[in-house]
């Protein structure tokens, strides 16, 4: 990494040094992700072999998923909506060095909620489980922590595919609102209306091969094959906000 | 062109948004220490020249160099500039001091102090609240400091006293002229071209697109363009003074009781001794700038 993409990350990560933003990310997606995985456990039989340690998480991967698609397309979009990117472009000249630093902030956010998210659901898990008669402290041992730690690590590379899809928004549209309405609106409602539709297609489209990814894989579907569609996914959205920005006179 | 003996040195610089044009092959030069005002009325292309100089456009066509450096490698020459363009822009929700940490962290700077350059500004009471609470003057102020962020040799300044009351505009005069005397060469927009007459002493003037002057001040309002004003000591002698300036070809008018004589400051010596030559005796005689604005009008309807 360039001196100057270090800036940028280093500036960026400025912005998520903030009390009300960490309170309100940090506080709202332990919420959500106490309230999904105490229901998913709730709604267990006794002895259920189905539910084990990530079965929560994995739950809980969607909400932070479009947590992650809101936060990097606002913080991306908001440069342009603020006119801070002129600001920003004058002190960092090199536009590929702002990009590198933003995604490399958004990175490091993406983690530690990931992080985060896995460690809260984790506990609720452990908590739940005791009640409903599964041991789930082999999932802690040996060969399965390993496994354990890879399904958090796939976890968080699907949601860092929903962020980047976040910013390639921004990028395009350089409305916060309509970024994150355009994102939203695909995610949630155009590729649930195509999946239903066309049941074949529904795991190949975008958000939902990401979260194949997050899970370490789907039915039918294997970890390398999630792993290269959403490369080819990213790239598709990628080059052209990549190229626009490049391209596109920084003015209001 | 000019290379190196002028902070902003631009050359047939034009900027095309489709089949409009909005800066037309301007050619000007911008001395190293000059405050330099750069005038023209909505639209005529100012934001649109310092956008191209910072790179944050591209040109249609053209050249342009910033202190020494083309414009198309501003990695060579952004890291001594700093700019206020379109308005101070910062992230509402975050204080001065914050902002101007983020900007600080990104220009690449550690040890920046975001307190002195708050202080500089006269904004150090208010450092810790968010941005978002803050006047137009404040906004404007805190613009400016993140402009002095890297201590630039060069400010680029885009209309800062926008929207600010008459404290506040002094108070931003008194700023730019204080950076000035440490050696800094500034850039300045500005619609209010009283206070641009006050404190530069180089115009480039633009109107359309197009470039109507660039120079120093003397040149725009000194010497020739003064006016002389006389008054004989009888007011009936006013008709003869004004024949005597009409038969040299001099532009003659008469207002209260004075004989204006457009553009002729440099000849008061003169103009005396034709007057006591025809037994007219003066009570006064003063010389009078056109004001920056007059000028500006007067150019405007020219062209």
Same mark, same amino acid.
């Given at each position: ?252 | ?63 342009? #160099?910033?202190? %020494?450096?083309?414009?198309?490698? $501003?990695?060579?020459? @952004?890291?001594? =500039? !700093?700019?206020?363009?379109? *308005? ?16 600080? #962290?990104?220009? %690449?700077?550690?040890?920046?102090? $975001?307190?002195?350059? @708050?202080?500089? =500004? !006269?904004?150090?009471?208010? *450092? ?176």
């Amino acid at each position: 990494m360039s001196k100057s993409a270090f800036d940028a990350t280093r500036g960026e990560l400025l912005k998520f040094r903030r009390l009300s933003f960490l309170l309100s990310v940090f506080g709202s997606l332990g919420v959500l992700t106490l309230l999904i995985v105490g229901f998913a456990w709730s709604r267990a039989e006794k002895h259920s072999s189905s539910m084990n340690l990530t079965t929560g998480f994995d739950m809980a991967l969607f909400f932070l998923g479009i947590l992650t698609l809101c936060i990097c397309a606002s913080y991306t979009a908001q440069e342009y909506t603020y006119g801070t990117l002129r600001n920003v472009l004058v002190l960092t000249p090199s536009r590929q060095a702002f990009l590198i630093g933003k995604l490399s902030a958004l990175s490091a956010l993406i983690f530690f909620l990931t992080l985060y998210t896995f460690l809260v659901s984790s506990v609720v898990s452990l908590f739940m489980s005791g009640r409903h008669g599964v041991n789930l402290i082999p999932s802690l041992e040996g060969k399965a922590l390993l496994t354990t730690l890879a399904h958090c690590l796939n976890g968080f590379l699907g949601t860092m595919a929903l962020g980047i899809f976040g910013i390639a928004l921004g990028l395009i549209t350089r409305s916060p609102i309509i970024a994150i309405s355009l994102g939203l609106l695909w995610s949630l409602i155009i590729e649930s209306a195509l999946g239903g539709a066309l049941p074949r297609i529904g795991r190949w489209l975008p958000t939902a091969n990401f979260e194949s990814l997050a899970q370490s894989g789907a039915t039918g579907f294997t970890y390398i094959h999630c792993l290269g569609l959403s490369a080819f996914y990213l790239l598709l959205i990628s080059l052209p906000a990549l190229y626009l920005f490049k391209q596109r006179d920084v003015s209001q | 062109m000019s290379d190196n003996s002028y902070a902003i040195s631009v050359e047939g610089l034009s900027k095309n948004y489709g089949t409009r044009r909005s800066v037309s092959a301007l050619t000007f030069n911008v001395p190293y220490g000059s405050i330099c005002g750069f005038v023209g009325p909505n639209g005529s292309g100012k934001t649109t020249t310092m956008r191209m100089l910072l790179s944050l456009i591209s040109k249609t066509s053209g050249e342009g #160099r910033v202190l %020494g450096s083309a414009i198309s490698e $501003p990695m060579k020459y @952004l890291d001594r =500039v !700093g700019a206020m363009i379109e *308005g101070p822009a910062f992230y509402p929700s975050m204080s001065g001091v914050e902002n101007l940490k983020i900007f600080a #962290r990104m220009g %690449g700077l550690r040890g920046t102090d $975001p307190n002195s350059l @708050l202080a500089q =500004v !006269g904004l150090a009471q208010r *450092g810790t609240s968010k941005y978002k609470t803050y006047s137009l003057g404040m906004k404007q102020r805190l613009g400016i400091a993140a402009a002095l962020i890297l201590d630039p040799e060069l400010l680029i300044l885009d209309e800062p006293t926008n929207g600010l009351d008459p404290n506040g505009i002094q108070e931003i005069r008194e700023l730019i002229t204080g950076l000035a005397q440490s050696g800094r060469t500034i850039f300045i927009s500005s619609h209010l071209l009283s206070e641009l007459e006050v404190i530069c002493d180089y115009f480039v003037m633009l109107k359309a697109g197009e470039l109507m002057y660039a120079g120093f001040k003397e040149g725009l309002l000194g010497g020739n363009n003064c006016d002389l004003i006389a008054k004989p000591e009888f007011g009936v002698d006013l008709a003869n003074l004004a024949n005597i300036a009409a038969l040299r070809g001099l532009d003659t008018s008469i207002r209260g009781g004075f004989l204006h004589i457009q553009r002729a400051g440099e000849l008061a010596a003169e103009f005396n001794r034709w007057a006591c030559e025809e037994e007219i005796y003066l009570q006064s005689l003063t010389t009078s700038s056109p004001s920056l604005e007059t000028k500006f009008f007067e150019m405007s309807a020219n062209q």
